[in-house]
Each structure stands twice: as structure tokens, then as C-alpha cells.
């Protein structure tokens, strides 16, 4: 069991957990993720490590409510606790010094990016973030990443905040600027298929962490299978991060929308049973 420290709301459909996981804290790298389940009927759901306090023995997790699991986890409190954690998970980021690192996020793939781009720095590279939002309450972390970053670039796709630009549009303004040595990319599958193909003719070593869906995090369900470099791997073993050069993602966007419609009635489902009762008051 893992006590939760703090569940907070960021966004209507954003949380922030900190919560007891002291062997994560104590082994987790930057690009590593989590397996939780919140109750001993619980599904098993990947997450990326956002942040780790090794002293407090604590985690920091970011989760966009989009299902059973996810809506149940956003009404946990302070006190309550987690079925179980397991991890970390994956390989870590190739971290080493390269020279000029651009780091995109997109979304809620800004909090997995977050330790990313500060391990780069620590490592001595110049770091340039790029981080993209639908608009600028929707925005994470900002703050956090100007304070590790030589420079961090903002982009809104209705313009409320920062440049009205997708992130491709500011990676491109910076290629045309300076040198770029290589790419890490986290965020929808589109934004990393466009940062991809941007970055695939001038031979931009181009990092991509993919969401696929798991089961065991183990290679041994083959639920978060991917075709990458024609081959098959395997996201929670092989993975999470692959170059992006090689990933069909055609493939990893037919695969993610498998089980869309069975979450969708699960969703409605229990959102239906969190409600009976309430109308007799």
C-alpha cells in the first residue's frame, strides 16, 4: 500500500499525485514509468515518473482523467493509499552530453519531459524546451522547466499565451537558427509522428516516448507491441523511448484506439453508478 501525500486537480482533467513509493524514488531515471493500481480489483495503468523526492521517499505523477481508473484516482485524498506500484519500468533516457538538446512537450507529455531535459542539463548540454498546449490553461509546468532550460519556447495552438504555433513551428524557426544535435519528443502521437518527419531528412537524432497500452510491463502480455525499424518491440522492455525514424506510428495510433469503445461504456458505465442515489436528494 502507498500513502498518497497530495491529489490535486491542475486542470479539469489533469491530476498531480505525490505519493510513498521510496524504491521508485530511491532507483528511478529520467524516462522511466510506473505500473499502479489503485485498489486490489483495479486495471494496471502505465505512468511516466514526473519527479521524485528521494528524502521523502515520494513521487510525483501526472494523469489525464480519461477513463474508470483515472476519474476513481482523481477522487482520492491526502491519507488515502494506492493498491500497489511497480517499478520503475523501461530503460532510462540516453542521457549524455550532445551538445544543443531540443525537448518538446506536448500536452500532458510535458511532465514526463520534465526530468528528461533536466538530467540533459545536468549532463552539459544547452537545452532548449519547446512545450505546446491547445491553449495556456492548459499549460503544465512552465515554470519548473524555464528554471533548468537555457531558453524555453511556448506555443498555444489559439495563441492565449506564447507564440500562436503548433511545436513543429518553433522547432523549425529553431533549426533555421542553430545547430541542433538531437530531439526528444513526448506528447500526442501526431505531434511526435510531425516532429519526426521534420527531423528524418537533416538526420536529427530524434528520441520518441510512446503511450502504448500494457498490461503486465513485463513483454509477456504483448499488449504494448509496436513495429519500430520494421521490427517487433515490446514499449515496456524494449522501451518507452525508440527513434522516432523508425516507429510506424500508423500502426501505434490503430493499436492505442483498440479498446476505445469498451472505455467509453466502462466510463459511462460508472460514471452512471456514481450517481445512484444522488437524484433522490
Same mark, same amino acid.
Not at 503548433?166 to 524557426?173: E, H, I, K, Q
Not at 519528443?185 to 510531425?194: D, L, N, R, S
Given at each position: ?60 505523477l501526472y ?7 483515472? $476519474?476513481?484516482?482523481? @477522487? =482520492?485524498?491526502k491519507? &488515502?493509499? *494506492?493498491?500497489? %506500484? ?6 532510462? !533516457? +540516453? ?36 512545450l505546446?498546449? $491547445?491553449?495556456?490553461? @492548459? =499549460?503544465?509546468?512552465? &515554470?519548473? *522547466?524555464?528554471? %533548468? ?6 506555443c !498555444? +495552438? ?8 503548433f511545436v ?15 530531439v ?13 518527419d ?77 450517481r ?6
Amino acid at each position: 500500500m502507498h500513502t498518497i501525500h497530495s491529489n490535486d486537480l491542475v486542470q479539469p482533467t489533469l491530476g498531480r499525485m505525490v505519493v510513498d513509493a521510496p524504491y521508485v524514488a530511491e532507483y528511478r531515471k529520467a524516462g522511466q514509468f510506473i505500473i499502479l493500481r489503485i485498489d486490489e480489483f483495479g486495471e494496471r495503468i502505465p505512468l511516466t515518473i514526473a519527479d521524485a523526492d528521494k528524502d521523502k521517499g515520494t513521487i510525483t505523477l501526472y494523469y489525464q482523467i480519461v477513463g474508470v481508473t483515472t $476519474r476513481k484516482m482523481s @477522487l =482520492l485524498k491526502k491519507g &488515502d493509499h *494506492l493498491q500497489d %506500484i511497480a517499478g520503475p519500468l523501461g530503460h532510462p !533516457t +540516453d542521457v549524455k552530453r550532445y551538445g544543443t538538446v531540443a525537448c518538446i512537450g506536448g500536452g500532458i507529455g510535458i511532465a514526463p519531459l520534465y526530468p528528461i531535459s533536466r538530467a540533459m542539463k545536468e549532463a552539459g548540454n544547452r537545452v532548449v524546451n519547446i512545450l505546446g498546449a $491547445r491553449s495556456k490553461d @492548459l =499549460l503544465i509546468l512552465e &515554470d519548473e *522547466l524555464r528554471a %533548468i532550460g537555457d531558453e524555453t519556447i511556448v506555443c !498555444t +495552438d489559439d495563441g492565449s499565451y506564447g507564440k500562436k504555433d503548433f511545436v513543429t513551428g518553433a522547432l523549425r524557426d529553431l533549426m533555421a537558427k542553430e545547430k541542433v544535435d538531437i530531439v526528444v519528443a513526448i506528447g500526442p502521437v501526431p505531434m511526435m509522428k510531425a516532429v519526426s518527419d521534420m527531423t528524418r531528412e537533416p538526420a536529427i537524432r530524434t528520441f520518441v516516448s510512446l503511450n502504448s497500452i500494457m498490461v503486465d510491463g513485463t513483454g509477456m502480455c504483448g499488449g504494448c507491441r509496436v513495429t519500430v525499424g520494421g521490427g517487433t518491440k515490446f514499449t515496456c522492455v524494449d522501451g518507452p523511448e525508440f527513434n522516432g525514424h523508425e516507429v510506424d506510428f500508423g500502426e501505434l495510433v490503430s493499436r492505442l484506439g483498440t479498446y476505445r469503445g469498451e472505455e467509453r461504456v466502462s466510463d459511462e458505465k460508472h460514471k452512471h453508478a456514481c450517481r445512484i442515489g444522488l437524484d433522490r436528494n
